[in-house]
């Protein structure tokens, strides 16, 4: 795999690969999701849920382009690849959507799809921060974990919503 920077320079340079694999695959699994928001919020009833997905939605927009600043501290250009996990995510939450009339019933399934898109990202989000640091990619580091806690925010944030709003009986 071409890369500018000689691995042997830096600590853990064995990483090097498979964090920009890794980059690319969460980079690919950001954009896909974008489309995934929309359809998740355009299909929800619940305000507050629609306003959750409204904003994830522009805060992915945000991860991206930190992704992108993440590969340039790495001296390479950003390149997504297509992420088959987000697919078959999304495609699950496609079938709930096909499943279920909009409302309280819907609303929570697709809590349940966001969240395990949340945890996916969380996970893969928590695997770089660690490549990065054993590597002594700071600048790296510290973009990836911004983006981390704020997935952590929203799988917080969704399961506030259901217990509090879509999940109890109305
Ligand atoms: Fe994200």
């Not at 830096?10 to 694999?21: A, K, R, S, T």
């Not at 954009?31 to 929309?38: N, P, S, V």
């Amino acid at each position: 795999m071409a890369n500018q920077k000689n691995q042997s320079e830096m600590p853990n340079g064995h990483l090097h690969e498979l964090f920009v694999d890794e980059l690319r695959d969460v980079l690919g699994a950001e954009k896909q999701l974008l489309k995934g928001l929309k359809k998740l919020s355009q299909h929800a009833t619940n305000e507050t849920l629609k306003m959750a997905f409204d904003e994830h939605y522009a805060q992915t927009e945000q991860q991206i382009e930190r992704l992108k600043e993440v590969f340039s501290t790495i001296g390479m250009t950003a390149r997504a690849k297509k992420c088959k996990a987000m697919e078959g995510l999304l495609g699950e939450a496609d079938e709930i959507i096909e499943s279920f009339e909009p409302g309280q019933v819907l609303d929570a399934a697709l809590i349940s799809a966001a969240q395990k898109v949340e945890h996916y990202e969380i996970a893969s989000y928590g695997c770089l921060v660690t490549y990065a640091s054993l590597m002594e990619h700071t600048e790296a580091q510290d973009l990836l974990q911004a983006t981390l806690d704020e997935e952590k925010e929203t799988d917080i944030k969704l399961t506030d919503i259901a217990m509090t709003e879509v999940n109890v009986a109305a």
